[in-house]
């Protein structure tokens, strides 16, 4: 049973700042300059901020932030672990923290050289024996090293199972990028590609191809929440927390849950709707719009499943019916999602969720967004929240 | 090079942004059938709009025309370049940074845009300026400035035909390293598991030959990998008892990109169920990428994979 902490915490700005593959900044340096844009966009000052949280995986002590930003003290910091399993975790210690009177000011952000510092592709290693580093040890000395190669064995599996076909993954893919089209802080802003593109990509790992993954990333996103009362006296109009959950299932490894019976599957997402479904009081039907965590094309298919908007093995048939797309069922991604705006590691999408729900999405779709889904990675420990309009 | 330096340097180099290379200058020769022939045989391109006079006639154009990607052929220079080259701007500029030890140069891309056909007996003229010097860059090839000619095309009635960029990077060489050079001589070898309490003596036995699985003596459940407590009932007492390495595939991936030293590809992992109940992530070999379906059977074996790695190595059954 998770305890009801429903419109309990309201977003009150957001902010990203440029991406690329080379800031020439210290990570810093981004979470700083998203932080402060995301306070501008609040009309809040440094000073408000009495809390923090970020990823396990974020190198920038809440400290250090506070201390470049100029901040007072604070008097809340949490951390989420899993990498893109954070995304939403971020949102999920704000919101406790806010709503239990542990904070007022909470900012949630994630910024990081993925890129031009740590590349994610460059593979798990270590020295060091941690449970960690035991566990990678499985599959380092056969060569599974990267996030696409994990994935890509969920995939093969997946498929095999459903019969979906790549049919789908380049819809997921290429609906994205059209979004990104529009979007200038985009990678790919003005640069679409085909099917026959699609297929002559090279493949990373069997049956992912280029266009299926993500991008390394530079860059830093921020959101702002505080209490529904200090939302309604704040500069934009505030998106409520509707309900937020974390969650992990049995046998869970990271990115590694190849021991369950029928491991083609992410149980902790199926987990983590539930909750906030039942935290929310909504159903499929009420969401609107989605920003669905999508590291690689594949994922977004898992997850439309697990929140129910379609049947375990239907998520093929439910994208190739445009659903995806700006007048579809549930535009998703529409800021050109991980696949090609930036990989932030999800709050990029915590960003655009609230500009959907705000009105503000650079590809707003013409019906009204009164709900929108947003989702962390999937393989991991995960979670994902619902977010609406304050009243 | 300190910032002072850097700033003069960089004040003289960003004085050429704009300069024209060459002023508007026909071809010496009018577009012709022999060098559209030559080009084509060479490109291996049979499109008859290009040299075939009769199918040409009959078109919707009714005549021949030159290829677009001819477009920078018609104004080189030929073999007067090789008994030396006028100083222009662009060579100028190329001497400035070979002065100042930007030696290497590099011809990272070329772009070209098309406005107009061109047919034999049309004269292409060209003109040349300098275009986008960039900031200093730190490249692979070691720091260096990227700049660009745009070659502007037009016919003899002064009708645009085209343009050309082209991107060069001119650098300061970095020598490698001596020590570099050495490690490059040893043979990398796979990425070892580290050994710790929970999982060294499963490796451990590896390197004898074995792959064992771990098994709670209170409740006889199999486990992998391994933990220090059973999940079941709780229990800290475990065995083990060594598998017969029969097993089936339940998912597979052929991994192209990136491609990490030490590993031989084509390489293919998948998850694999072993007879004993337990599964276990290896490599599949002894066939081909395509080869490889779920449901597969495969038989083990522990063969030592490099200097520092014995590991379970599984074939077609």
Known sequence: ??????????????????????????????????IKTALD??????????????????????????????????????????????????????????????????????????????????????????????????????????????????????????????????????????YAVNNPNAFFHGRSFDRAEYDAARMIADPLALFDCCQESDGASAIILTTPERARDLRQPGVTVCGVAQASAPDQEQMTSFYRDEFAAIPEMEIAAKNVYQMSGLTPDDIDAAVIYDAFSPIVLWQLEAWNFCGFGESGDFVLDGALRADGRLPTNTHGGQLSEAYIHGVNGLVEATRLVRGQSLNQPSKNVDHALVTSGVGIPTGGAILGKLD | MTPEEQNAFEEKIYAYSGAQVCARTPAADAVNPAMIRHWTEVMGDNNPAYTNEEWSASSARGKTIAPAAML?????????????????????????????????????????????????????????????????????????????????????????????????????PQEQPAAAAEEKLAVPSRIASPRGHDNGWWWDACDNGQVLIQRCKNCQTLRHPPRPMCGECQSMEWDSIESSLDGEVLSYTE?????????????????????????????????????????????????????????PQFYPA
């Not at chain 1, 809340?76 to 000011?105: D, K, N, P």
């Not at chain 1, 050289?113 to 460059?122: D, I, L």
Request: aromatic share 10%; glycine share 10%.
């Open chain 1, 1 to 34: 049973m998770v305890a009801n902490i429903k419109d309990k915490a309201v977003i009150v700005g957001v902010g990203n700042t440029k991406f690329s593959k080379d800031s020439g900044v210290s990570e810093l340096s981004l979470a700083v300059q998203a």
């Open chain 1, 41 to 178: 966009d609040a009309g809040l000052q440094p000073s408000d901020v009495d809390g923090m949280a970020t990823f396990t995986m974020d190198s920038n002590d809440e400290i250090e932030v506070a201390r470049a930003l100029g901040c007072g003290g604070l008097n809340f910091w949490g951390r989420s672990h899993y990498g893109g399993g954070a995304a939403t975790g971020t949102l999920h210690q704000a919101t406790m923290a806010i709503a239990t009177g542990m904070a007022e000011v909470v900012v949630c952000f994630r910024a990081l050289n993925g890129r031009s510092g740590h590349r994610f592709s460059s593979g798990v290693s270590g020295e060091i024996t941690t449970a960690d580093a035991i566990h990678w040890g499985w599959y380092m000395p056969y060569g599974l090293l990267t996030p696409a190669s994990w994935v890509a064995m969920f995939t093969q599996r997946w498929m095999h199972n459903t019969g979906v076909t790549k049919d789908a993954l380049f819809e997921v893919a290429h609906s994205t990028r059209e």
């Open chain 2, 72 to 172: 920078y052929v018609w104004n080189q220079e030929g073999y007067t370049v090789t008994t030396g080259r006028a100083s222009d701007p662009q060579t100028d500029m190329v001497e400035l940074f070979n002065e100042y030890g930007f030696t290497g140069v590099l011809g990272t891309n070329v772009t070209q845009e098309y406005f107009r056909e061109v047919s034999p007996g049309d004269t292409v003229h060209v003109e040349m300026v300098i275009d986008n010097l960039s900031e200093r860059k730190s490249t692979a090839r070691g720091p260096g400035y990227f700049f660009e000619t745009l070659a502007t095309f037009t016919d003899q009635n002064n009708e645009k035909i085209g343009t050309q960029r082209f991107r060069v990077l001119k650098f300061i």
């Open chain 2, 255 to 311: 991994l192209h990109h990136p491609k990490i030293p030490g590993y031989q590809y084509p390489l293919i992992c998948a998850v694999i169920k072993l007879r004993e109940g337990t599964n276990i992530v290896s490599n599949v070999v002894g066939c081909e990428p395509s080869d490889v379906y779920i449901g597969m059977r495969l038989k083990g074996k522990v063969e030592q994979v490099d200097e520092k790695n014995t590991l």
